[in-house]
């Protein structure tokens, strides 16, 4: 029982992980900066969009690890 709510919070936070990483704009410029085509002030400002999906990727990476270490405990434990 406690192990698969361990692994529920695993998935879900493994889930906001990849959505917070897809949804948050590429802080490289990339090739088309070189030709001149990158964009200035495209950059987001503090307290925006962008870090707040910055935040929910470290928090969702945080509560990841755990969940999986602990998932790994209590499988060791209750084999």
């Not at 802080?27 to 962008?50: H, M, V």
């Amino acid at each position: 029982m406690l192990q698969n709510f361990v692994l529920t919070i695993a998935l879900l936070s493994g889930l906001a992980i990849i959505i917070a990483v897809v949804m948050q704009t590429s802080k490289a410029d990339g090739f088309s900066a070189a030709l001149g085509g990158g964009e200035s002030g495209s950059r987001f400002k503090e307290g925006s969009r962008e870090a707040w999906l910055d935040n929910i990727a470290k928090v969702g990476a945080v509560i990841w690890v755990v969940a999986c270490l602990a998932a790994a405990v209590l499988w060791y434990k209750y084999r």
